[in-house]
């Protein structure tokens, strides 16, 4: 069964605090993704990655940074998180153009900052 | 600007009935649509799909509808089952196919 996890279901930190947000694909994905979803906005896209050691800003990008060293991984930094940084933040893999409809998400992190 | 809305927060169907989601989209050049939905605690997973070439897609008690002109798409659920009771994201692809565009989201209840 294909599998994208999320390495915390919970989390709560201190404005001013760097956050990593860590994500991992066992299906042997090429694209990353990572989202937010806030209610009556949706999911926005924060940053995506086609391939290792690349990415690329989506619509939401300031305040966050990636980090994709190995292809199952992909990482979300808060470098000085803020209030309105609270969020759930989801992570998604797919398999290039074709395989776009096939976007799997992770469970999701609940992040409070406070 | 948000290009892909939903413009109902939320919609609550008896069981047994029909329920109908819908969304609307701004920008033309999106080729290929999808629906999602997300259980509380969960991520969100994939329900169907739709070509910008076909104007109606069914997968058993779902089916999608796409109105190009009107910039308009519809989920159909046939008949509603109180485990259907979740939130539907209508989203979006343009020609390079791998990010989404994403909607508010719909919170549908079915009732028993």
């Known amino acids: 069964d294909v599998k994208v996890t999320q390495s915390s279901r919970y989390l709560v930190k201190r404005t001013g605090e760097k956050v990593f947000l860590e994500c991992v694909q066992d299906?042997?994905?090429?694209?990353m993704f990572w989202y937010r979803q806030d209610p009556g906005l949706g999911l926005r896209l924060i940053y995506f990655?086609?391939?290792?050691?690349?990415?690329e800003k989506g619509d939401i990008p300031e305040g966050y940074s990636v980090s994709r060293e190995k292809k199952e991984r992909f990482s979300l930094i808060l470098e000085s998180a803020s209030t309105n940084q609270t969020s759930m933040y989801l992570c998604a893999s797919s398999l290039p153009r074709g395989g776009a409809e096939k976007l799997f998400f992770g469970s999701g992190t609940q992040l409070s900052v406070l | 600007d948000q290009q892909v809305k939903q413009n109902s927060p939320s919609l609550s169907v008896q069981e047994g009935r029909i329920s109908i989601l819908n969304c609307d989209y701004t920008n033309s050049m999106f080729d290929y649509f999808l629906w999602y939905k997300k259980y509380p605690a969960e991520g969100p997973t994939f329900l169907i799909s739709?070509?910008?070439?076909?104007d109606k897609n069914e997968d058993g008690r779902f089916t999608v509808f796409l109105n190009k002109s009107a910039k308009h798409l519809s989920l159909h659920i046939v008949p509603s089952q109180p485990g259907d009771s979740a939130v539907y994201f209508c989203?979006?692809?343009?020609?390079?196919?791998?990010?989404?565009?994403f909607g508010a989201g719909t919170i549908l209840r079915v009732k028993s």
């Open positions: 990655s086609y391939d290792v050691k690349m990415k």
């Open positions: 739709i070509s910008s070439i076909k």
């Open positions: 299906m042997d994905h090429e694209n």
């Open positions: 989203a979006a692809s343009g020609r390079d196919g791998n990010k989404l565009v």
